[in-house]
């Protein structure tokens, strides 16, 4: 939880409002089938539906209030990785910082699967 200051009070944020700006950034990119979850059942990662997919993300705050934010995706066939990569740390640095205020040290995709039609 981050705790922001001005002159008329203070606004803590939680964790979750980040997980769930983030996810629905990252969803809304290019070539992103959703968020995915790794089953502890049977050890393999499952697209997750809209209103879980917040489990998707990871977010680590730091001393400076500043935070760094992983994403576990899902991606559609036959996109261009490293470009659906760089759109999604874009978007999401930027959506971030836009609703919340807080600096974004850091977007880690991690690509876990990709769905085949």
Do not use: P, W
């Not at 979750?16 to 050890?43: E, H, L, P, Q, W």
């Not at 490293?82 to 880690?108: F, H, L, M, P």
């Amino acid at each position: 939880m981050i705790r922001q200051n001005n002159e008329m009070g203070s606004v803590n944020v939680s964790t979750s409002v980040y997980t769930d700006i983030a996810g629905t950034a990252a969803s809304n990119c290019f070539g992103v089938k959703g968020m995915a979850a790794r089953s502890v059942k049977d050890g393999l990662y499952h697209l997750l539906r809209v209103e879980s997919m917040s489990k998707g993300v990871r977010v680590h705050f730091h001393e400076d209030d500043t935070i760094s934010i992983d994403l576990h995706i899902m991606v559609d066939n036959g996109v261009n990785l490293s470009a659906v990569g760089a759109s999604i740390i874009s978007e999401v640095r930027y959506v971030v910082a836009k609703c919340t205020g807080t600096e974004v040290r850091a977007v880690n995709v991690y690509i876990d699967s990709m769905m085949v039609d």
